[in-house]
Protein backbone atom coordinates (compact mmCIF):
# COMPACT_ATOMS: atom_id res chain seq x y z
CA UNK A 1 0.00 0.00 0.00
CA UNK A 2 2.78 2.49 0.71
CA UNK A 3 4.42 1.38 -2.83
CA UNK A 4 1.31 1.99 -4.74
CA UNK A 5 1.09 5.86 -2.64
CA UNK A 6 4.52 6.61 -3.76
CA UNK A 7 3.72 5.53 -7.55
CA UNK A 8 0.16 7.70 -7.65
CA UNK A 9 2.66 10.63 -6.39
CA UNK A 10 5.29 10.12 -8.15
CA UNK A 11 3.04 10.14 -11.61
CA UNK A 12 0.82 13.30 -10.14
CA UNK A 13 4.85 14.96 -9.80
CA UNK A 14 5.62 14.13 -13.31
CA UNK A 15 1.81 15.39 -14.79
CA UNK A 16 2.59 18.63 -12.80
CA UNK A 17 5.95 18.66 -14.31
CA UNK A 18 4.19 18.20 -17.88
CA UNK A 19 1.77 20.71 -17.45
CA UNK A 20 4.33 23.46 -16.22
CA UNK A 21 6.05 23.07 -19.68
CA UNK A 22 3.05 23.11 -22.03
CA UNK A 23 0.97 25.25 -19.98
CA UNK A 24 -1.52 27.44 -21.88
CA UNK A 25 -0.61 28.61 -25.47
CA UNK A 26 1.42 32.11 -25.85
CA UNK A 27 -1.13 34.51 -27.58
CA UNK A 28 0.56 34.88 -30.74
CA UNK A 29 2.91 38.04 -31.61
CA UNK A 30 0.56 40.71 -32.91
CA UNK A 31 1.81 41.52 -36.51
CA UNK A 32 2.13 45.28 -36.95
CA UNK A 33 -0.52 46.73 -39.39
CA UNK A 34 1.07 48.37 -42.58
CA UNK A 35 -0.59 51.27 -43.45
CA UNK A 36 -3.26 51.99 -45.36
CA UNK A 37 -2.53 52.51 -49.52
CA UNK A 38 -4.35 54.97 -51.37
CA UNK A 39 -6.12 53.33 -53.84
CA UNK A 40 -4.62 54.79 -57.77
CA UNK A 41 -7.04 54.56 -60.49
CA UNK A 42 -5.33 53.66 -63.77
CA UNK A 43 -7.03 54.79 -67.26
CA UNK A 44 -6.63 51.54 -69.69
CA UNK A 45 -7.65 52.85 -73.47
CA UNK A 46 -10.60 51.28 -74.93
CA UNK A 47 -10.72 48.64 -77.14
CA UNK A 48 -12.16 50.57 -79.81
CA UNK A 49 -8.63 52.71 -79.66
CA UNK A 50 -6.12 51.97 -82.46
CA UNK A 51 -3.27 49.89 -80.98
CA UNK A 52 -0.01 51.03 -81.07
CA UNK A 53 2.29 49.89 -83.68
CA UNK A 54 6.15 49.29 -83.40
CA UNK A 55 6.41 50.16 -87.12
CA UNK A 56 7.94 53.97 -87.30
CA UNK A 57 5.52 56.35 -88.72
CA UNK A 58 6.69 57.23 -92.27
CA UNK A 59 7.58 60.49 -92.70
CA UNK A 60 6.39 62.39 -96.14
CA UNK A 61 9.37 63.70 -97.87
CA UNK A 62 9.00 67.39 -99.02
CA UNK A 63 7.80 67.86 -102.21
CA UNK A 64 10.19 68.81 -104.47
CA UNK A 65 9.29 71.52 -106.77
CA UNK A 66 10.46 72.29 -109.93
CA UNK A 67 13.63 74.73 -110.41
CA UNK A 68 11.70 78.22 -110.51
CA UNK A 69 11.54 79.71 -113.61
CA UNK A 70 13.34 83.16 -113.99
CA UNK A 71 10.92 85.95 -114.09
CA UNK A 72 12.93 88.87 -114.38
CA UNK A 73 12.15 90.05 -117.26
CA UNK A 74 14.34 93.33 -118.57
CA UNK A 75 14.92 95.26 -121.54
CA UNK A 76 18.88 96.84 -122.29
CA UNK A 77 20.09 98.92 -124.91
CA UNK A 78 23.77 98.84 -125.78
CA UNK A 79 23.27 102.92 -126.80
CA UNK A 80 22.45 103.69 -123.83
CA UNK A 81 21.73 102.55 -120.16
CA UNK A 82 18.70 102.68 -117.78
CA UNK A 83 18.20 106.30 -116.59
CA UNK A 84 20.63 107.83 -118.33
CA UNK A 85 21.13 110.11 -121.13
CA UNK A 86 20.01 109.08 -124.81
CA UNK A 87 23.35 109.79 -127.66
CA UNK A 88 21.75 112.15 -129.94
CA UNK A 89 22.39 110.02 -132.95
CA UNK A 90 18.85 108.37 -132.09
CA UNK A 91 16.81 111.94 -131.90
CA UNK A 92 15.88 114.36 -134.09
CA UNK A 93 18.94 116.65 -134.07
CA UNK A 94 21.16 113.25 -135.10
CA UNK A 95 20.18 110.58 -137.45
CA UNK A 96 16.70 109.98 -135.80
CA UNK A 97 16.89 106.19 -136.00
CA UNK A 98 16.15 103.30 -133.38
CA UNK A 99 18.63 102.36 -130.52
CA UNK A 100 19.25 98.56 -130.93
CA UNK A 101 17.00 97.06 -127.73
CA UNK A 102 17.63 93.54 -126.05
CA UNK A 103 15.85 91.44 -123.98
CA UNK A 104 16.03 88.25 -122.01
CA UNK A 105 13.60 85.22 -122.00
CA UNK A 106 9.71 86.40 -121.27
CA UNK A 107 7.60 84.15 -119.07
CA UNK A 108 6.83 80.82 -120.35
CA UNK A 109 3.51 81.03 -122.65
CA UNK A 110 4.47 84.03 -124.47
CA UNK A 111 3.00 84.23 -128.39
CA UNK A 112 4.53 87.47 -129.27
CA UNK A 113 5.93 91.22 -127.61
CA UNK A 114 4.61 94.11 -128.07
CA UNK A 115 6.67 97.59 -127.71
CA UNK A 116 5.70 100.92 -126.83
CA UNK A 117 7.59 104.24 -126.94
CA UNK A 118 6.65 107.61 -125.28
CA UNK A 119 7.58 110.79 -123.53
CA UNK A 120 5.18 111.34 -120.52
CA UNK A 121 6.80 115.12 -120.26
CA UNK A 122 5.54 116.54 -123.29
CA UNK A 123 4.29 119.90 -122.62
CA UNK A 124 0.49 118.44 -124.71
CA UNK A 125 0.45 115.39 -122.70
CA UNK A 126 2.12 111.95 -123.52
CA UNK A 127 3.96 111.82 -127.04
CA UNK A 128 4.39 108.79 -128.84
CA UNK A 129 7.20 107.85 -130.33
CA UNK A 130 7.04 104.39 -131.53
CA UNK A 131 4.40 101.26 -131.72
CA UNK A 132 5.66 98.06 -132.70
CA UNK A 133 3.24 94.85 -131.95
CA UNK A 134 2.98 91.17 -133.10
CA UNK A 135 7.25 90.72 -132.31
CA UNK A 136 7.56 86.91 -132.80
CA UNK A 137 8.08 85.62 -128.92
CA UNK A 138 11.20 83.56 -130.14
CA UNK A 139 13.19 87.44 -131.01
CA UNK A 140 15.55 88.40 -128.52
CA UNK A 141 16.26 91.85 -129.72
CA UNK A 142 15.16 94.76 -132.22
CA UNK A 143 18.18 95.83 -133.97
CA UNK A 144 19.34 99.16 -134.58
CA UNK A 145 17.70 101.28 -137.02
CA UNK A 146 14.49 99.43 -137.62
CA UNK A 147 13.00 100.65 -141.39
CA UNK A 148 9.95 102.83 -141.57
CA UNK A 149 7.72 99.94 -142.97
CA UNK A 150 4.25 98.85 -141.84
CA UNK A 151 5.38 95.42 -141.29
CA UNK A 152 8.49 94.14 -140.94
CA UNK A 153 10.45 90.91 -142.13
CA UNK A 154 9.55 89.03 -139.13
CA UNK A 155 5.97 89.72 -138.78
CA UNK A 156 5.79 93.00 -136.80
CA UNK A 157 3.92 95.73 -137.56
CA UNK A 158 4.43 99.20 -136.88
CA UNK A 159 1.62 101.02 -135.20
CA UNK A 160 0.94 105.03 -135.64
CA UNK A 161 3.03 107.16 -133.20
CA UNK A 162 2.10 110.96 -132.66
CA UNK A 163 3.68 112.37 -136.14
CA UNK A 164 0.93 110.05 -137.73
CA UNK A 165 3.51 107.92 -139.23
CA UNK A 166 4.39 104.21 -139.06
CA UNK A 167 8.08 104.65 -137.81
CA UNK A 168 10.50 105.29 -135.02
CA UNK A 169 10.75 108.93 -133.81
CA UNK A 170 13.44 109.77 -132.05
CA UNK A 171 12.62 112.73 -129.05
CA UNK A 172 12.71 116.03 -130.00
CA UNK A 173 11.44 118.17 -127.35
CA UNK A 174 10.93 122.15 -127.40
CA UNK A 175 13.23 122.36 -124.25
CA UNK A 176 14.43 121.08 -120.99
CA UNK A 177 14.65 116.98 -120.00
CA UNK A 178 12.61 114.37 -121.03
CA UNK A 179 12.35 110.98 -119.92
CA UNK A 180 11.49 108.60 -122.77
CA UNK A 181 10.16 105.23 -121.80
CA UNK A 182 10.77 102.06 -123.95
CA UNK A 183 7.89 99.74 -122.48
CA UNK A 184 8.03 95.79 -123.66
CA UNK A 185 5.03 93.57 -122.99
CA UNK A 186 5.27 89.60 -123.21
CA UNK A 187 2.05 88.42 -124.45
CA UNK A 188 -0.35 85.58 -124.13
CA UNK A 189 -1.63 86.05 -128.32
CA UNK A 190 -0.62 87.30 -131.33
CA UNK A 191 -2.76 90.45 -131.46
CA UNK A 192 -5.94 90.39 -133.97
CA UNK A 193 -4.89 94.05 -135.20
CA UNK A 194 -3.44 95.54 -138.72
CA UNK A 195 -0.63 97.70 -138.72
CA UNK A 196 -1.38 101.18 -138.15
CA UNK A 197 -2.73 100.73 -134.73
CA UNK A 198 -2.67 103.40 -132.11
CA UNK A 199 -1.07 103.25 -128.97
CA UNK A 200 -4.91 102.82 -127.53
CA UNK A 201 -5.92 100.57 -129.82
CA UNK A 202 -2.70 98.40 -128.46
CA UNK A 203 -3.72 98.84 -124.75
CA UNK A 204 -7.31 97.70 -125.32
CA UNK A 205 -6.10 95.06 -127.03
CA UNK A 206 -3.11 93.70 -124.46
CA UNK A 207 -5.49 93.89 -121.89
CA UNK A 208 -5.88 90.83 -120.16
CA UNK A 209 -3.05 88.89 -121.95
CA UNK A 210 0.51 90.70 -120.76
CA UNK A 211 2.19 87.96 -119.10
CA UNK A 212 5.20 90.26 -117.77
CA UNK A 213 6.19 93.95 -118.96
CA UNK A 214 9.63 95.80 -118.49
CA UNK A 215 10.79 99.37 -119.18
CA UNK A 216 14.07 100.87 -120.48
CA UNK A 217 14.18 104.91 -119.53
CA UNK A 218 16.64 107.21 -120.90
CA UNK A 219 16.44 111.35 -120.62
CA UNK A 220 17.35 113.73 -123.51
CA UNK A 221 18.14 117.48 -123.07
CA UNK A 222 17.38 120.74 -125.53
Known sequence: MGKIKFSLAVVAAGLFILSACDGAPEEPTPVPSLPSVTAVAVV???ASATPLSNTPTAVPAPTMLPEEEDMHFEL??????HESP?????????ENTSPALMWNDPPQGTLSLA???DDPDAPGGTWIHWV???????ARELREAIPA????????????????????GGPCPPGGTHRYF????ALDLILDLASGASKA???EAMEGHILAETELMGTFSR
Not at 182 to 185: A, D, S, V
Request: one cysteine or more.
Open 76 to 81: TSTGFQ
Open 44 to 46: VES
Open 201 to 203: DLL
Open 115 to 117: LIH
Open 132 to 138: LYNIPAA
Open 149 to 168: QAALDDGSLHGENSWGRLDY
Open 182 to 185: FKLY
Open 86 to 94: IPVKYSCDG
